[in-house]
């Protein structure tokens, strides 16, 4: 699974998340802090008319009645006459001096100083003013409250984006099972194992349409597959009896054949013939190869003397001489024998066709591969020949004899079958190379 | 006297490039061009080895190998064929072939491995011979049998199983082989696939009367009685 992609959606999820927690806290505190305030209003409110109530004008002055033990009046409430001399304080409070320059003010009744929030109401007889009556009250129990309300809320907003990002993460990982799954699935099965698919089970999903549409895709490409295997081996089959046809004609002719021309002749026919077939199992190892490469050992020296071999009465009709080099201990191969023959014999054949006297094969171990070099004494190719010559179809400027130019496109398609390549490198001298899995 | 050697290939041309070629290495040669002629003539001809060729028009070579093998003709088999994969070859030594040689072939190599299977003799023997079983004609281009009663039509994979068994008369034949045998290379046949194949042969053989033919080795193999 990309772990990139679980991270990304969980930060994604964690930051939408908190951003509205953040506007919920920050709605909740506004609107709790807006109640708190009316609440102190409300409050103040009655302890002015409270005050008010609780006081006689007679003959344009003012007294107050008193209520013993009203602790309400007494809690924080001032009266004043026209002449802002108090009449009534609290028996304790600090806001004295806030509360008198309150009472000269005609606007604003209402201010607030040291934690304490002051309402001043007149006290009128006749439209006269005879004096002011300052009710107040102590704003810290409220500031307390919302000091508390909204720590709370902060530790609560954290606890929940805890929860919420640990969720989304578990959620996630259960959701991209599946996934994971398939990529586990998929992991385990070669490239030539398309005959193998994804598991559906329901539900509807959307990973279910994902795996569906690749288990369709890995059907169309089985099927090209092996259409392919077929039509090669259609096609092998039936050059097969008109090839064997062939030789065996050849080869009665030419033991009844005393003219050293026509003898020529016969056995260049035989060695087109044997070159063909070399092609025809090149051509069905290559379809072979897709669907099962074969990943048995083999020896390197033996499967370049294997394809010397085969190239060596073709090699001496031509004067060519053949040789294996090898570092003297055993090269193994994770290539079936046959296998690493059918790679390495038309890089070989194609060497045979263009030197001038000699085709050595050097082989060797680098790290985790092997690699045979197969060079020549020949004009070797050319810049642009090097790529172009493992192109199905195309032949080098010095290619001598008949060849369809199949040989090279089809080493390399069998060599990368097998997890191995092979490249030709530019003159002079024909230098090519098969790599091949080491063991 | 020159060993004989009996060709099965249906190309005429090919036929009689293997027959110059075969004689001029010193063996006397009988070409057939259908299984059917080769069948009805093996015993007749009476070959020292014989060679066949797997694509032919009315039959599997190889069908053809098992039949020769029921009929009691033990010789050497060597299998001629236009498909080289494993699978292919490992299906012709199953059904009882000697060798195995790829078209196209050099003469020279044909007979060298003629001259190489020959030597060797081979571990047939003549199987009908003194085991004191019913024998069975099986006809590889119909995929039939021929028996006391009459004739047994098979499908391809019960003519195969059949064709195993009675290569083998009186013997128990182990079920990898008769799978091996009756099977392409690689299929996957399950354990009670094999045993229904035996008991469908078992009622076609009691629906025309026969008694019982196949007997069972439990955990082993089948065996013809």
Same mark, same amino acid.
């Given at each position: ?28 505190? @506004? ?6 305030? #009316?609440? %102190? ?36 409430? @001032? ?109 385990? @099965? ?95 190892? %290559? ?25 060596? #009465? ?126 | ?140 281009? %119909? ?22 068994? #009675? ?31 035996? %008991? ?26």
């Amino acid at each position: 699974m990309r772990p990139g992609l679980r991270r990304r959606v969980v930060l994604a999820t964690t930051c939408a998340f908190t951003i509205g927690l953040i506007l919920l806290l920050g709605g909740f505190n @506004w609107f709790l802090g807006k109640q708190l305030s #009316s609440d %102190a209003d409300r409050i103040l409110r009655s302890r002015a008319a409270a005050q008010l109530a609780n006081i006689e004008v007679s003959k344009g002055t003012v007294r107050v009645n008193e209520t013993p033990g009203d602790t309400f009046l007494d809690g924080q409430a @001032w009266v004043f006459d026209h002449n802002r001399r108090v009449l009534e304080r609290p028996l304790s409070g600090q806001a004295g001096q806030p509360a008198r320059r309150l009472a000269a003010s005609r606007v604003p009744s209402r201010t607030e100083a040291d934690d304490t929030r002051l309402l001043a109401r007149p006290i009128r007889q006749a439209g006269r003013r005879l004096g002011t009556v300052v009710a107040g009250v102590s704003l810290s129990p409220y500031e307390h409250t919302q000091r508390v309300a909204f720590i709370a809320s902060g530790i609560l907003g954290l606890v929940l984006l805890a929860f919420v990002s640990v969720l989304s993460r578990r959620t996630l990982t259960v959701a991209l099972r599946p996934v994971s799954r398939m990529t586990e699935q998929a992991a385990t @099965w070669s490239e030539r194992d398309l005959h193998r698919r994804f598991a559906v089970r329901p539900p509807e999903d959307e990973l279910n349409a994902l795996a569906s549409t690749l288990n369709g895709l890995l059907g169309r490409l089985d099927a090209s597959l092996q259409h392919e295997q077929r039509f090669s081996a259609e096609v092998a089959h039936e050059l097969r009896t008109p090839l064997a046809r062939q030789r065996a004609e050849v080869e009665l002719a030419s033991r009844d054949c005393s003219d050293p021309d026509a003898g020529r002749a016969l056995r260049s026919i035989l060695r087109d013939v044997d070159r063909m077939t070399v092609m025809i199992d090149t051509l069905v190892a %290559a379809a072979q190869a897709e669907a099962d490469p074969g990943r048995n050992l083999s020896d390197a020296l033996t499967v370049a003397r294997e394809a010397l071999e085969i190239v060596g #009465s073709e090699a001496s009709e031509l004067g060519i001489r053949l040789e294996v080099r090898s570092p003297g201990k055993p090269l193994a191969v994770c290539a079936d024998r046959d296998y690493a023959v059918q790679v390495l014999l038309p890089v070989v054949s194609n060497a045979v066709r263009h030197a001038s006297g000699e085709v050595r094969i050097d082989c060797s171990l680098t790290g985790e591969i092997v690699r045979f070099e197969v060079i020549d004494d020949g004009p070797g190719l050319t810049g642009p020949e090097a790529t172009r010559v493992f192109e199905p179809g195309v032949r080098g400027a010095s290619a001598k004899g008949t060849g369809a130019g199949l040989g090279l496109s089809l080493a390399r398609r069998l060599a990368r079958s097998a997890g191995g390549e092979v490249s030709g490198a530019t003159g002079p001298g024909g230098r090519f190379e098969v790599v091949l899995p080491a063991a | 006297m020159a060993p004989l050697v009996v060709i099965v290939e249906d190309d005429d041309e090919l036929r009689e490039l293997l027959k110059r070629g075969l004689e001029a290495g010193g063996f006397a040669v009988r070409p057939h061009a259908t299984s059917t002629t080769a069948l009805s003539a093996a015993a007749a001809d009476a070959p020292d080895a014989i060679i066949i060729d797997i694509g032919l028009p009315d039959a599997d070579g190889r069908d053809l190998c098992q039949a020769l093998r029921a009929a009691g003709i033990g010789v050497p088999v060597i299998f001629l064929t236009a498909r080289a994969a494993l699978s292919d070859r490992l299906s012709g030594f199953h059904m009882g072939g000697d060798d195995y040689l790829v078209k196209p072939f050099a003469l020279e190599e044909l007979v060298l491995r003629l001259r190489a299977v020959l030597r060797r003799g081979n571990g047939h023997g003549d199987p009908a011979a003194g085991s004191g079983v019913a024998e069975l004609r099986l006809d590889p281009a %119909a995929h039939a049998v021929q028996t006391e009663a009459g004739r047994i039509d098979l499908t391809p994979t019960e003519f195969r199983v059949l064709a195993a068994l #009675s290569a083998r008369p009186g013997e128990v034949v182990r079920r990898r082989d008769l799978i091996s045998a009756a099977w392409p290379t690689g299929a996957i046949v399950h354990e009670n696939t094999l045993d229904s194949y035996i %008991a469908r042969i078992r009622r076609k053989f009691r629906a025309r009367g026969e008694g019982e033919q196949i007997a069972t080795a439990h955990g082993v193999g089948y065996k013809l009685v």
